[in-house]
Structure formats: C-alpha cells, structure tokens
C-alpha cells in the first residue's frame, strides 16, 4: 500500500514516543492534528497550504535572526508539546516580537538589551512583561540547546510586582448583579465564570452534554485536569433564565460557538456599562469564587477541586488572606466579650 505523504508536511517523534506532523512551506507553519488523510488532518492541512495558517514576517529569512528563531521554534518539539493553550500563548507573546524585533541578532542580544526590552514592557504592562520574560526565557533555552549562543540571556531579569489580575470584591460583584439581572446574556456570562470558578477558555468551551448527574464535567485546556463541579442555584437560575439556542453553554448571538476573547469582551462591555473599574476582566471572577471558598473556610485541597491547580502555591494566596479576616474578626469578637 503507498502511503500518503502530502506536500510540505514533516514528521518527527516527540519525546513521549508519539508521532506529530508540522506543515512547514515558506513563511507559513503550523501543527497538523489527527491521521494522515483524516477530515481533521486535511481541513488544517488546507488551511496552511491556502495560506490561512500562521504567517511571520520577511525576517525569519535572515539567518541568526530573532524571527528565524521564533520560526524554528514553532517547529520544534519543545513547541510541539506544549497544551494548546500554552501555544496560544506563546504565538500571543512572540509573533508582535517577531515583527518589531525579528531583524535582531541571536547572537547579539545581551542581558542589557533584553532587560531594556522587558523594562520598557513593564512600565507600562507589568503582567505582560513578566509573561514576555518567561517566553523569552523559554525561547533562549531552545536557541542555546540549538547552538544558536552559548547563554541565555534572559536569566537574571526580575520579575515585576503586581500584575496579576484583581480579584473583584463583593462590592464590586454586587454591582454588576444589580446592573445585569437573570435573563441577559452577560450575567449568564458573569454567572459561568463566578460560579464555576474556571478559566475563560474552559468557560467558552462548556456545552450542554457536560451537565451530568455529577455535575459540571470540565476537562481544563491548560493543566488537562478532569473536574466535576456542582452547579450552584445561582448558575442554574441563570442558565435557565437565559437559555441558549446552540450547543454550548454561551456562545454568540447567533447561537455559534464563542472563544475566549469572545466571553472576555462581553464582560469588558458590561463592566464598563456597569460604571466598575477596567481591573474587573473576566479572570477576576475566578479569583473571586477562590476568594469566596477561602473565605467560607474550604482547606487548600477543597479550593484545588475547584480550580484544577495542580500545586497549592496559588492557593497559599487566598487562604492565608482569608485567615487574616478570620482571625481579625475572632480577635474582635473576643475583645468585645471581654469588654461585655
């Protein structure tokens, strides 16, 4: 039998043994999923050799550039196995570096000049440089394994403070609720988020054969944690109050389904609407239902069915926050008693 073995694809064998195939012509590259020939295969495979995959600028041409890197790195194994999630990510981060940097040596970059470059980042964006810096990092360590350069030049950059996300407050919660009730399509969104405490992703991926006798079914893109997770009042009078047309839990007004950047626009929207702080984004909320379990007394490992985390370090944050509040309030009540 001759086996099929289309234009421009190449294969390798990743480090877990499984074989993986990467479509490589030019300037476009790209990962190609399932079997050689399946639908899913060809759709993708399509896609690139149209040109719809991902395009990088002129400068991955020039040999020991920062944009021939980030190239060869979407090609490597490395790449390759990172969750899809994680790959978004990276695209997110690298490919604006790619276009306004990619001319840039390899060889040259200092510690300084990379320094500088997350310096200026982070003046203005905090979280965003400490991402930058932690891709970078990654893309250096692929560059020196490669024999691109001897050092990692991005060793050594602090990290900026703050940065993360807010946690919205019950203040700030309760004013969306009393901006948008039951019924529209942002408290449903509001409601998947708070309730089920899960990254937008997951949130944009839910749909309505995850509802089991269990509960939710979630299997998190990022960490690949399987999780069942009770469906509080609250979520269930929203999801029936708003009840959707398509197969997912929220999707777009036509019913189709939403991405993430989708569910994270309607909530940017409607926080605005409801005259609360831009720091109150879509991930906020799930900080909030971790702050929430916290608060209520839920243990370290309670909080992490929820989440998914799979190492308490995160959760450290919110549990030792919430016995602060405790032990001022028992502080309080035994002063008051004293007094009584």
């Not at 196995?81 to 040596?105: C, I, M, N, Q, W």
């Not at 839910?206 to 069942?228: C, F, N, P, W």
Request: proline share 4%; with cysteine; charged share 30%.
């Amino acid at each position: 039998m001759t086996k099929l073995r289309p234009q421009y694809v190449h294969e390798y064998v990743d480090r877990t043994g499984k074989l993986r195939r990467y479509f490589r012509h030019g300037t476009t590259r790209g990962p190609l999923p399932g079997l050689v020939g399946s639908a899913e295969f060809m759709a993708a495979y399509h896609r690139f050799l149209n040109g719809e995959g991902a395009q990088m600028p002129l400068t991955t041409k020039i040999e020991g550039s920062l944009g021939r890197l980030i190239t060869d790195y979407y090609g490597s194994r490395p790449f390759a196995d990172l969750k899809l999630s994680s790959r978004k990510t990276y695209r997110y981060v690298l490919e604006p570096l790619a276009k306004l940097h990619g001319h840039r040596s390899v060889a040259l970059m200092s510690h300084k000049n990379a320094s500088k470059l997350i310096a200026e980042m982070g003046a203005r964006k905090p979280g965003m440089a400490n991402l930058t810096k932690s891709v970078l990092q990654k893309l250096f360590k692929y560059a020196v394994k490669e024999g691109w350069r001897d050092d990692n030049p991005i060793i050594g950059i602090e990290r900026f403070k703050g940065g993360e996300h807010h946690t919205w407050t019950e203040g700030e919660l309760k004013t969306f609720e009393t901006k948008w009730r039951p019924g529209t399509r942002e408290h449903l969104a509001y409601a998947l988020l708070l309730h089920t405490g899960q990254r937008v992703g997951d949130v944009a991926k839910m749909v309505r054969s995850d509802i089991t006798a269990d509960g939710l079914h979630v299997i998190q893109e990022k960490t690949g944690a399987e999780l069942y997770l009770p469906i509080e009042p609250e979520l269930e009078r929203a999801m029936r109050a708003y009840p959707t047309k398509g197969l997912t839990l929220i999707g777009k007004e036509n019913s189709q389904p939403i991405s993430d950047r989708g569910v994270s626009h309607i909530i940017r929207v409607a926080v605005r609407k409801a005259g609360l702080p831009a720091k109150c984004n879509a991930h906020g909320l799930r900080k909030a239902k971790m702050r929430r379990l916290a608060e209520n007394g839920a243990t370290e490992k309670e909080i992490a069915a929820w989440s998914g985390h799979k190492t308490l370090r995160e959760i450290e944050r919110y549990t030792k926050a919430a016995d602060q509040k405790r032990l001022a309030r028992s502080a309080t009540n035994k002063m008051r008693t004293g007094i009584g």
